[in-house]
Structure formats: C-alpha cells, structure tokens
C-alpha cells in the first residue's frame, strides 16, 4: 500500500462543516441551543431520560462519581484493561480504584472477580463496568451484584455507542452511563462526552456542577425571564460544560451513529474471515441478541506460533504502511498506579497476557474498500514472514 493508513480518523461531513459555519455566524459559541437540542437527540437515540453534554467523557465520569456521593477514602472497582481516565476520576475525589481482572474472551470486567473484590474490601461505593471495544458487559450480572450490596453502578460507555445489551441501547439500564465524543471514538466532535441517566436528583446535581456549582446555565440566563446578570453559586464546581461548535458537529454525527456502526461490523467481519486460519485469535462476536459497536478491533497474537512478538510485530505492520494501536497497557503497569498502589504485573494475569499479545487494527467508517483490503493483506503478509 502507498500511502499509511493511519490507526483512527473521522468521518466528517458537509452537514457537520454547514452546522459549525452556521453557529460560528450566530455568535453563540459556547453551550446554547446547540448543545440542548444535541442533548435531547441524544437521549432519544438511547432511550434514556436525560442526558447533559459535556467536554469529555472523563469530565461526565468525574460528574458521574460525585453526584452519586463517591468521596474521599471511598473505592471504586474497576478493571485493569481501561484507559486511565476511568481510575483518574476515582482519584480526583480522594477516593481508591480496586482495579479487577478481565474475561478473557470479551476483556470485560470478570463477575467472578466482582464478587470477589466486593468480599475482600469495606467502603466500596461504586462499580464502573467499562463496555470494552463496544461490546456490552454482562450488565445483568453486574446490576444484580450491585443490587445485593447497595453499590452504584456507573458505565464507562467511552467505547459503547450504539451499543444494545439483550436488546436494550446501553444509556438507561445503570445509574449513570458516560459516552465519550473523542476523535477516535465511534462519533466525534473533536473532544467531548455525553452523561445520561434516568435519576432527576442526579442530573441536576450534575447540572449544576458541570458549571461551576451555578444553578442555572448561561443559556437559562439569558432566555428565562430572571434577570440576566443574576445566578447563585451553590458549590465549588466544575467547568465541564460543551461548546455549541461542538454540538454542531455532534447533532450530524449522531444521525450517522448507526450507519457507522454498521459499516465498522461489516469490516470486522472482512476481517474476522480474512484471518480465521491465521496464528492469531480474532476478537469476540456479540451475543446474538446484542450490538456490538465495534469501536476497536483486537487480534491476539498466537506468539507460540511466531519468531516475533507483538511489538516486532507493529513494527512490520507500519512497514506494510498500515497504522495499528494496542489497547490498552493495562493501568496496573502504569508506573503512577503501580507504584502507588505496589502492584506486581502478575496480579492480574489475564490482562497481562491478553496485553502481550493485542494489536489493534484500524475499523472506521472512512476506510474504503481498499483500505479494508489493505490491511487484510498486509496481515496475511507478516503473519506468513514471521510463522515459525
Ligand atoms: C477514550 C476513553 C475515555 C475518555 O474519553 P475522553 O472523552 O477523551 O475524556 C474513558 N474511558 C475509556 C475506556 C476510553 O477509551
């Protein structure tokens, strides 16, 4: 292939550029009308109650853990095999992340291991389930071991739109799920995120503190019947709130969602078949009643069966001009979460191998057909060179 196919980008349209030149001329850039009417399209798409836009997902996660009074010496479980902005926001509140194992086949967080970390520690508060790749968690499990032991659930959902568990759009099943709008992600707005939940005492207390603790927004201001210049401070918040130049390029992405989603299940297909006699183990398929939103494709390197490993193997990869990514370096080896929390690379054994052994292979919608092939090819190329 002649030119490098890079590992992410978005699809950005005409619609999105008209929407964006439009509030440019308006002069309303930051949070307006924009903002709410991508808002309440965006809780119509997920069916959820409300939903609160945001400048990125790690802000609503941040949000999301305060509103639901996650505090200081609290914990926090979730897994390993995350970005870190998943653990961070645990962090910001002065409370701990108890970061659990995977399944090895969805590299979802394991229930077993739930069960497991609830017994060994007091004052958890709240569990964070993160739809790896965009594939669902198993949420009934999840929500039942919650239930049992009065803990909040909070989805990371950063991977997961669209995304249906046993028929159900992720977005109202747990008491807060946060998306993330970031470049890679399945939509895009540059940087951003969306919180939605079905709880009116959290969506205002997240309101509220997505704006520096005002209690009512600049929009409200400046169309209620109140005087403009007025607003109460009822908290030390945050300044987390959406632009509507933002907004803009979300309201058309969000129209596409499922278009997108369709077109990455048809690559992982191309691909899944591509490489089913390949030394490596293609990602995990969606129970038959689910969406899969295919944000990341993983392969697992069969290293038994090559002279290289994976880093040799991206290597190569990027010679045969195609970008690849490995997700994720579990939080556990991070050298901040390690050595804060002194953990030893084998405390998680299954995120540790399934990372010695993952590379991502671009899936997006911007791809061609070629592209597609490309990558297939390329593949099948540096398998055959490196077969022992
Ligand atoms: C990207 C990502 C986030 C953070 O999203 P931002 O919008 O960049 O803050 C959080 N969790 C996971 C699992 C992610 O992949």
Redesign the pocket.
């Known amino acids: 292939m002649k030119n490098f196919l890079p590992f992410a980008l978005p699809l950005i349209g005409e619609d999105e550029i008209t929407e964006v030149v439009d509030t440019l001329r308006s002069g309303w850039l930051t949070t307006g009308k924009k903002t709410v009417q991508f808002e309440s399209d965006f809780a119509e798409f997920v069916g959820a109650s409300h939903a609160l836009a945001v400048n ?6 941040h949000l999301a853990l305060e509103a639901v009074g996650v505090g200081a010496g609290d914990k926090v479980i979730t897994t390993t095999y ?2 870190t ?2 653990a961070e926001v645990i962090r910001y509140l002065g409370a701990d992340p108890i970061l659990i194992d995977i399944e090895p086949d969805t590299f979802n967080m394991s229930p077993e291991k739930l069960r497991q970390a609830i017994a060994e520690n007091d004052n958890i508060k709240a569990i964070m389930p ?1 739809h ?1 790749a965009g594939q669902s968690c198993d949420m009934d499990e999840i929500l039942a071991i919650a239930k049992e032991h009065d803990l909040k659930v909070i989805e ?1 959902a ?2 997961a739109l669209p995304t249906t568990y046993k028929g159900t759009t992720i977005g109202s099943i747990s008491d807060i799920t ?5 470049v ?2 399945t939509i895009a707005t540059g ?3 969306m919180i939605t939940t079905e709880n009116k005492e959290y969506r205002d207390r997240m309101k509220t503190m997505r704006l520096h603790g005002i209690n009512r927004d600049v929009f409200d201001r400046y169309t209620s019947d109140k005087p403009s210049w007025f607003y109460e401070v009822v908290e030390p918040g945050y300044k987390y709130n959406m632009t509507d130049v933002a907004a803009s390029i979300g309201i058309h992405q969000l129209k596409q969602a499922n278009a997108f989603q369709q077109r990455r299940e048809w690559i992982a297909n191309q691909f899944n078949e591509a490489f089913a006699d390949l030394p490596m183990m293609t990602p995990s398929v969606a129970r038959p009643d689910d969406t899969h939103a295919w ?1 990341l494709y993983v392969l697992q390197l069969d290293l038994d069966k090559l002279t290289v490993n994976r880093d040799k193997f991206i290597e190569l990869m990027a010679k045969e001009n195609i970008g690849t990514s490995v ?2 370096i579990p939080l556990h080896l991070q050298p901040y979460w390690r050595d804060r929390y002194n953990y030893q690379p084998e405390d998680y054994p299954v995120a540790l191998d399934v990372f010695n052994r993952a590379m991502s292979l671009p899936i997006y919608p911007k791809m061609t057909d070629d592209d597609v092939q490309n990558v297939i090819n390329a593949v099948k190329k540096v398998s055959k060179e490196v077969l022992k």
């Open positions: 990125s997902a790690t802000s609503g996660l995350t970005f902005a998943t993160v790896f990371d950063a991977h946060v998306y993330s709008f970031y890679t992600k940087e951003g995120g944000h997700h994720f």
